[in-house]
């Protein structure tokens, strides 16, 4: 059976004969009527950004609304830029963000291979077929001459562009140069005039390619395609049907519907997103590493909550107030997705909304009892790993769910919870030191709290109160001794609040150790007093 490289390049030689025969030679291959395909296609140059996050889960959702098929591809022909290792990070990020493609490098599929440094000889093929049929021709410019044109173009305040200087050469020239094994490459033909195409998004776009710039490069002398003719080809033989990219990619369009042209293809229908930009207006760039998916989620933002966040920049879905947090499902965006609701305006992202949208998804999970048991089992880890070397770690199930569940209100990311600020709740805090006044009221409170048959936060905090009141002092001082003791800092939450949460036997072992510490140093203290008359009784005797 031929592979699919192999069938490829067998409908490309199809085309050609096509073409010598001068019949029509547009090839669009056969795929169900109406089956939607579409494809994320990252270049491994850096990490993946809000933006193309936004991009990769929109195409995702419109597969997904139309009962079509989500494509990951990698598009790493420029060589010169890849970073190690962002590829497997990008699969890693979409994965973790619940972006499960059904075609990709990892999971394979019909139409591979799914990373462009892999298909080589297709692009070769479609660059000949290019050329033998007028659409693109070789050229032979040096860089020093290319620099040349650059520099001059500037001197005179002008926008550098190639002049076409070898797309007139004859084809004895051509036929001369390629023999004499020199450094070249292929550029395609741009067709002056205005052409109009329909985007999906922004409506009818037109633009004159050709006064903009020279004709572009599509296949390099490394033997590598740039993306224009890479994508065109991959799109093709993918069968893709909707191309929905970024807006930047809007001005380029125009070059690749040349090459459909050029190559007889009927083209996918386009959609471009608008730009996600900065509070100050600037673009979302990889170089941005606090932008960064990897970022977030080692900033314990859960998957879902960034998911929504991204939804809430650029419009495209059903929604009565577009200011309203909510944390949906993947299934229910996909069900509220409309393309045709996009919006063409950039949009500013609000960095600052995505707490908002993690203490929501958080709120979601812990009242979905096998949600809720899944991050009690992940917390319980992280806890022990923060705290490993502490002793008196508290991890029960149940106080570790109950505990959870009273910090939602304090809380927008569950690693809050394993901080410092909350490292009273795992394990016990210093002993304070206290006098001996002080050492009455503790051990008053310690008496109250072991007689309260309720031990939640108004009859606790009442105790404490009666106890200031027998002690003629004020409640605020017995207040803040009672924080100290329980927690080691002076500011925390209200401290009847702070006994329910530790429960009884934590809250009075912390008062215990607070008591016993204080008779110890009292006993040290007397120890020490005893050992100094001694020695001055030895003293007077010599």
């Given at each position: 059976?031929?592979?699919?490289q192999?069938i490829y390049?067998?409908?490309?030689k199809?085309?050609?004969?096509?073409?010598?025969?001068?019949l029509?030679?547009?090839v669009r291959l056969a795929?169900?009527?109406n089956?939607v395909r579409?494809?994320f296609?990252?270049?491994?140059t850096g990490?993946?950004?809000l933006?193309?996050l936004r991009?990769?889960?929109?195409?995702?959702?419109?597969?997904k609304?139309?009962?079509?098929?989500?494509?990951?591809r990698?598009e790493?022909?420029?060589q010169?830029?890849?970073?190690e290792?962002?590829?497997e990070q990008l699969?890693e990020?979409?994965?973790?963000?619940?972006?499960?493609?059904?075609?990709s490098?990892?999971k394979?599929?019909?139409?591979g291979p799914y990373?462009?440094s892999?298909r080589?000889?297709l692009?070769?093929?479609?660059?000949e077929?290019l050329?033998?049929?007028?659409?693109?021709y070789?050229c032979?410019?040096?860089e020093h001459?290319?620099?040349?044109?650059r520099?001059d173009?500037?001197?005179?305040?002008?926008?550098p562009r190639?002049?076409?200087?070898?797309r007139h050469?004859s084809?004895e020239?051509?036929?001369d140069?390629?023999k004499?094994g020199?450094?070249?490459?292929v550029?395609?033909?741009?067709?002056p005039?205005?052409?109009t195409?329909?985007d999906?998004?922004?409506?009818?776009?037109t633009?004159?390619?050709?006064a903009?710039?020279?004709?572009?490069?599509?296949?390099?002398?490394?033997g590598?395609?740039?993306y224009?003719l890479?994508?065109?080809?991959d799109d093709h033989y993918?069968r893709i049907?909707?191309?929905?990219?970024?807006v930047e990619?809007?001005s380029?369009?125009p070059?690749?519907?040349?090459l459909?042209?050029?190559?007889?293809?009927?083209p996918?229908?386009?959609a471009?997103l608008?730009l996600?930009?900065?509070?100050?207006?600037?673009?979302?760039s990889k170089?941005q590493?606090d932008?960064?998916?990897?970022?977030y989620r080692?900033d314990?933002?859960?998957?879902?909550?960034?998911?929504?966040f991204?939804t809430?920049?650029?419009?495209?879905?059903?929604?009565?107030?577009s200011?309203?947090v909510?944390?949906l499902?993947?299934?229910?965006?996909?069900?509220?997705f409309d393309?045709?609701?996009?919006?063409v305006a950039?949009?500013?992202?609000?960095?600052?909304?995505l707490d908002?949208?993690?203490k929501?998804?958080?709120a979601?999970?812990?009242?979905n009892?096998?949600?809720?048991a899944a991050?009690?089992k992940?917390?319980?880890?992280?806890?022990?790993?923060?705290y490993?070397?502490?002793?008196?770690?508290d991890?029960?199930?149940?106080?570790?769910?109950?505990?959870?569940?009273?910090?939602l209100?304090?809380?927008t990311?569950l690693?809050?919870l394993?901080g410092?600020?909350f490292?009273?709740?795992?394990?016990?805090?210093p002993v304070?030191?206290?006098?001996?006044q002080?050492?009455e009221?503790?051990?008053?409170?310690?008496?109250?709290l072991?007689?309260t048959?309720d031990?939640?936060?108004?009859?606790l905090s009442?105790?404490l109160r009666v106890?200031?009141?027998q002690?003629?002092?004020k409640?605020?001082?017995?207040?803040?001794?009672m924080?100290?003791i329980?927690?080691?800092?002076k500011?925390?939450?209200?401290?009847?609040e702070?006994?329910?949460?530790?429960g009884?036997?934590?809250?009075?072992?912390?008062?215990?150790a607070?008591?016993?510490?204080?008779q110890?140093?009292?006993?040290e203290?007397?120890?020490?007093q005893?050992a100094?008359?001694?020695q001055?009784?030895?003293l007077l005797m010599l």
């Amino acid at each position: 059976m031929l592979g699919s490289q192999q069938i490829y390049q067998t409908l490309f030689k199809r085309s050609l004969i096509f073409t010598f025969m001068g019949l029509p030679t547009c090839v669009r291959l056969a795929h169900t009527e109406n089956e939607v395909r579409v494809r994320f296609a990252p270049s491994p140059t850096g990490f993946l950004h809000l933006g193309g996050l936004r991009t990769a889960l929109y195409n995702f959702l419109f597969a997904k609304s139309k009962g079509g098929t989500f494509i990951l591809r990698i598009e790493d022909t420029d060589q010169t830029r890849l970073v190690e290792g962002a590829m497997e990070q990008l699969q890693e990020d979409l994965e973790w963000a619940g972006i499960i493609p059904d075609e990709s490098p990892l999971k394979g599929g019909k139409f591979g291979p799914y990373q462009q440094s892999k298909r080589l000889d297709l692009y070769k093929t479609a660059v000949e077929q290019l050329i033998q049929n007028g659409a693109a021709y070789h050229c032979f410019c040096t860089e020093h001459r290319l620099e040349l044109l650059r520099k001059d173009a500037l001197r005179r305040r002008q926008t550098p562009r190639y002049d076409n200087r070898c797309r007139h050469l004859s084809k004895e020239e051509v036929e001369d140069k390629l023999k004499s094994g020199g450094q070249q490459c292929v550029r395609l033909k741009l067709v002056p005039g205005c052409e109009t195409y329909h985007d999906l998004v922004y409506g009818n776009i037109t633009h004159d390619v050709v006064a903009c710039e020279g004709d572009p490069v599509i296949f390099k002398s490394d033997g590598f395609p740039t993306y224009h003719l890479a994508n065109v080809v991959d799109d093709h033989y993918m069968r893709i049907t909707h191309v929905m990219r970024g807006v930047e990619w809007q001005s380029s369009t125009p070059k690749h519907l040349m090459l459909y042209k050029g190559l007889g293809w009927e083209p996918p229908e386009f959609a471009h997103l608008p730009l996600l930009m900065n509070a100050d207006g600037t673009k979302l760039s990889k170089r941005q590493g606090d932008i960064t998916v990897k970022h977030y989620r080692s900033d314990d933002v859960l998957p879902q909550a960034l998911v929504n966040f991204v939804t809430f920049s650029g419009g495209g879905f059903h929604r009565d107030n577009s200011d309203q947090v909510r944390s949906l499902s993947t299934d229910q965006l996909a069900a509220e997705f409309d393309l045709g609701l996009v919006g063409v305006a950039s949009c500013r992202v609000s960095l600052e909304r995505l707490d908002d949208f993690n203490k929501a998804e958080l709120a979601r999970q812990m009242a979905n009892e096998t949600e809720m048991a899944a991050l009690v089992k992940q917390f319980r880890s992280k806890v022990a790993e923060t705290y490993k070397d502490q002793l008196e770690l508290d991890l029960n199930e149940d106080y570790v769910r109950s505990v959870m569940q009273w910090s939602l209100q304090r809380i927008t990311r569950l690693g809050q919870l394993a901080g410092p600020n909350f490292s009273y709740l795992w394990v016990r805090p210093p002993v304070t030191n206290i006098s001996e006044q002080q050492a009455e009221w503790v051990s008053a409170v310690y008496e109250h709290l072991q007689a309260t048959d309720d031990f939640t936060q108004k009859p606790l905090s009442d105790s404490l109160r009666v106890v200031a009141k027998q002690s003629k002092v004020k409640v605020m001082e017995v207040m803040h001794l009672m924080r100290m003791i329980l927690c080691g800092r002076k500011e925390g939450p209200a401290v009847g609040e702070m006994l329910e949460m530790l429960g009884r036997e934590t809250s009075l072992n912390r008062i215990q150790a607070t008591l016993n510490s204080h008779q110890q140093s009292n006993t040290e203290k007397t120890s020490s007093q005893s050992a100094v008359v001694l020695q001055s009784m030895n003293l007077l005797m010599l």
